[in-house]
């Protein structure tokens, strides 16, 4: 139920975490800022990732059983990601421009779209650093190819992850959404600022009716 941080940079190739792609990221634990990142990490073979993550993903299941009955969300100790994130998904090539980027979030109202390289994850990118970015680099900047600019940070984590851990990580790292992969390195899903919002908005809607 690792959290991992990719570094900034261009979308050529994954930007996954090397578990799952043998990438260049850190793992985060701690309210901290991630640590500079070291190329040798990657002792982890595949095989030695997919038993930890099974394994994970049962104790996970269990304690949440154990758990969570009877209790509103907010006050589980144990909250999967994949009980609160969004399925929708939408992505664009690296290949795509800044104008293709806008119109895509625009059609389908979303705010968070992934970037590809070569079928892999390569980035995920939100409406208000888009924004930002336009308005730093005003000439041409619609234009601009996605390949050619450097994409911020991003958090992944998987459906099993605890989503109290990640809200505090989010908050740490000053991201407000995040990537929700497989075992396989696939997008499932992504869980952003709103998502923390509506359930802990829920939550307080419930008290006040009582």
Known sequence: ??????EPGRP????????LRRRRVDDVS????????NPGRGKATDAEF???AQSGRHRALEEYGAAAAGEP????????VSSIC???????????SVA???TMMDEHSANHLVVTADSYVAGLVGRQWLLAWLHEHQTDAMSQSLTHIELPAFLTASPETDAHQLARLMLAHQLNAALVVDTQGEPVGVVTSTDYLRLYASASGQQGSV
């Not at 050529?12 to 578990?19: F, K, N, Q, S």
């Not at 701690?30 to 990142?37: M, N, V």
């Open 1 to 6: 139920m690792s959290i991992f941080v990719s």
């Open 12 to 19: 050529i190739g994954t930007r996954l975490p090397e578990v």
């Open 30 to 37: 701690e309210l901290t800022e991630s640590r500079p990142i």
């Open 50 to 52: 997919q038993l930890a």
């Open 73 to 80: 969300k907010d006050q589980r100790p144990y909250l999967p």
């Open 86 to 96: 969004s399925p929708a998904l939408y992505s664009l090539p690296a290949s795509a």
């Open 100 to 102: 293709e980027v806008i």
